[in-house]
């Protein structure tokens, strides 16, 4: 069973960089074709897709983003990392991170809240 966990402080303040981190258990996030992915939701709005960090290591990220969003991973703990540079209030939300494959999402962390200080 494949299981992600989400971790990182739950209030940054403005300018600063918030890192969290995806914990993979039941499968290698080194497994063939899959891609990991980091969501978030702003209260009272849609999900927001940020970027993704697939098998290989290879990175694709929501350009609305402008160049503040990076992921990477740590493959000997099977985790993956986002770091968003410079948050504002906007940035503050549910973030999720989540498994995909074929187009697929396949299994999703619980979420964790963010709240990003004036």
């Known amino acids: 069973q494949v299981q992600l966990q989400e971790s990182g402080p739950g209030l940054v303040n403005t300018s600063q960089t918030l890192s969290l981190t995806c914990t993979v258990s039941g499968i290698s996030i080194t497994t063939n074709s899959y891609w990991w992915n980091w969501i978030r939701q702003p209260p009272g709005k849609a999900l927001e897709w940020m970027g993704l960090i697939n098998y290989s290591g290879s990175t694709v990220y929501n350009s609305s983003l402008q160049n503040r969003v990076s992921i990477s991973r740590n493959t000997a703990r099977n985790q993956f990392i986002l770091q968003l540079t410079s948050v504002t209030p906007e940035d503050t939300g549910v973030y999720y991170c989540?498994?995909?494959?074929?187009?697929?999402?396949?299994?999703w962390g619980q979420g964790t809240q963010v709240i990003v200080s004036a």
């Open positions: 989540a498994s995909e494959l074929g187009y697929d999402f396949r299994s």
